[in-house]
């Protein structure tokens, strides 16, 4: 029995960061309130402290999650791009019609950056790890050229072009508009990618 309750206690948890991750990318950290969560999650409102000592701790779970969920769709992108073709798996897997439509499964960066900003510490720090091993990523797979330091600096500068650009592109009330953002911002993330041989010095 004492096992049964600790698997359904972590089973109640991992559902309530889940509905959280989702939710908090939707609707916004600030406008979900706990009973909102529980709720969604089947449990009652009381139980919540149980889990979380603070919301604030389920807030850095939740957006460490949501940040987590778009490395491992986008490690998935590149593992199975054709050789040579890992950037554009990135670009086009993160710029695309279903990234834009479906906020509440999409990059936590991209929906929720102000108020993670405005988060305590521990949120920041969380989501900023997995942010980091995004940026990583694409790192690996920009064309050959430059140094550590150099490949950091411009894939930080093509994941601002994704994020902005899918920001963008769902501010717009226009489907073809916004289609034409997305395209703008894959050739505009590419373009930025492959200027590495040609920038390295000057970031030096």
Do not use: W
Not at 16 to 28: K, L, N, S, T, Y
Not at 105 to 114: E, F, H, T, V, W
Not at 146 to 152: I, K, L
């Amino acid at each position: 029995m004492a096992r049964y309750s600790k698997d359904y206690k972590a089973a109640s948890r991992a559902m309530i960061v889940h509905q959280a991750a989702e939710r908090f990318r939707r609707d916004g950290i600030a406008a979900v309130g706990v009973r909102q969560l529980m709720a969604a999650a089947g449990l009652t409102h009381g139980g919540f402290y149980s889990h979380f000592p603070t919301r604030e701790e389920l807030v850095a779970e939740a957006v460490e999650q949501a940040a987590l969920s778009t490395l491992k769709y986008l490690e998935e992108a590149v593992a199975n791009a054709s050789k040579g073709d890992a950037l554009k798996a990135i670009v086009l897997t993160y710029l695309n019609t279903r990234h834009l439509e479906h906020v509440d499964r999409g990059c936590a960066a991209a929906a929720l950056a102000p108020e993670i900003a405005r988060a305590d510490v521990s949120a920041r720090m969380r989501f900023m790890a997995q942010n980091d091993a995004i940026i990583g990523l694409i790192a690996d797979s920009l064309p050959a050229g430059g140094d550590n330091e150099q490949r950091q600096k411009i894939a930080t500068g093509v994941f601002a072009v994704l994020m902005g650009t899918l920001q963008l592109a769902r501010i717009t009330d226009s489907d073809s508009a916004a289609q034409q953002i997305l395209m703008a911002g894959q050739q505009s993330a590419l373009i930025v990618a492959n200027s590495l041989g040609h920038l390295a010095t000057d970031l030096g």
